[in-house]
Nanobody
Framework: QLQLVESGGGLVQPGGSLRLSCKASRFTLAFYAIGWFRQAPGKEREMVAVITTTPTPIYADAVKGRFTISRDYANNSIYLQMDNLRPEDTGVYYC?????WGQGTQVIVSS
């Protein structure tokens, strides 16, 4: 089955860090634009970070300087390093590659 499987979410205090991982199964990520999106309670899904046709990532203004997206060709995976987390970063985080979406991983930032 073609799928993306995420991991790495959890509960963290403000100012803390988390690293989300997303591994592709039965297809190669290298051929796709990739990205991370999130959906906060009661809000629409929004872009967090993407890597499209150029190697330079694009970040949402709210996460610039705190989050880093990366791609690991050898492991057919993508990552989102999240530092200096804030309560407003709380939500379900989804990885994306072309038409494929992961199932989502919950991130809660709270003291």
């Amino acid at each position: 089955q073609l799928q993306l499987v995420e991991s790495g979410g959890g509960l963290v205090q403000p100012g803390g860090s988390l690293r989300l991982s997303c591994k592709a199964s039965r297809f190669t990520l290298a051929f796709y634009a990739i990205g991370w999106f999130r959906q906060a309670p009661g809000k629409e899904r929004e872009m967090v970070a993407v890597i499209t046709t150029t190697p330079t990532p694009i970040y949402a203004d709210a996460v610039k300087g705190r989050f880093t997206i990366s791609r690991d060709y050898a492991n057919n995976s993508i990552y989102l390093q999240m530092d200096n987390l804030r309560p407003e970063d709380t939500g379900v985080y989804y990885c994306n590659a072309g038409i494929f979406w992961g199932q989502g991983t919950q991130v809660i930032v709270s003291s």
